[in-house]
């Protein structure tokens, strides 16, 4: 069951939910407006995202700020039609693209069998438009190109493009007073090829950006929220696997043999699976 949770003084969120794919949604109140971060993977989850955020007094979205163009986090847009919503000018293209296309089952699997849609997002939308699949894609009103700054009435939000593997047109928003970064999936994979992965200089890259902020909670869209320290674990282990698959020319075998000499212990199911995901994006 999916529930509203309060962090400092002007952020709630509600959890996620892995069976259909629902990702964390935030909103930011100030004393003048109020931002929603992302719009959910459909109007039910939009909907039921708003009204338990008016059971905790908080006014309804100002704006609405989309992360990325992934299905889970625009496909309730169409139920905030008073919500200004934003986002980058590259996540405005994406999502025209899947204006024209259809949701019925048999061409989700069709894109499926093409390799154009992975069997993950199939399922988990079947899951959440298991009956009725009346689907309307809105597009965002207000683009831009690498970063906003608005101000809510005593509480600042950045909107920062960061791009990275799991989505070249990924955004995250910077809560200045709170310092709270709502990281959304720019940290994850690429899931989307053949094989999940990482790069070389996607991480690098998405890495030197993240880490201009000076924030103390970080928020991973599907992972749930971080503190400072467990988050400077995780680029730690990104940019020492990123060296190492440099080093290596993507070889796991000597990634690994590497790393458990650097670490001197067996490696952890996360590191492995690090590892395996830089030596696929060598590939």
Not at 100 to 107: F, R, V
Not at 176 to 190: G, V
Request: glycine letters at 6%; charged letters at 30%.
């Amino acid at each position: 069951m999916q529930k509203i949770e309060r962090i400092g003084e002007r952020f709630w969120y509600m959890t996620p939910v892995s069976e259909t794919d629902r990702p964390i949604l935030g909103i930011v109140a100030g004393k003048e407006k109020t931002l929603m971060i992302d719009a959910g993977n459909s109007e039910a989850h939009a909907t039921l995202f708003k009204d338990m955020v008016k059971e905790q007094g908080v006014a309804v979205p100002s704006y609405v700020v989309l992360t990325h163009w992934h299905w889970d986090h625009i496909f309730g847009l169409s139920a905030l039609g008073n919500t200004l919503s934003i986002s980058s000018r590259k996540t405005r293209e994406e999502i025209e693209k899947l204006r024209p296309l259809s949701w019925s089952n048999d061409a989700i699997d069709q894109r499926v069998a093409e390799g154009t849609e992975i069997e993950f997002c199939a399922k988990a939308i079947k899951q959440e438009f298991p009956d009725k699949r009346d689907i309307t894609i809105a597009l965002p009103e207000l683009t831009f190109e690498d970063e906003i700054e608005i101000d809510l009435g005593g509480i600042t939000c950045i909107i920062k493009h960061v791009g990275g593997d799991h989505a070249e047109d990924s955004v995250v928003i910077y809560i200045r007073e709170e310092k709270i970064l709502f990281l959304a999936d720019s940290i994850y994979p690429d899931i989307f090829s053949v094989k999940d992965n990482y790069t070389i200089n996607g991480i690098r890259d998405l890495l030197s950006k993240i880490e201009i902020f000076d924030a103390d909670t970080y928020i991973l869209s599907h992972s749930g929220i971080i503190s400072k320290e467990e988050f400077n674990q995780e680029a730690k282990l990104l940019k020492s696997i990123a060296d190492l698959t440099e080093k290596h020319s993507g070889d796991s075998k000597l990634m690994i043999e590497d790393y458990r000499e650097k670490v001197n212990r067996d490696l952890t199911e996360e590191e492995l699976e690090t590892i395996e995901y830089f030596a696929n994006g060598f590939e």
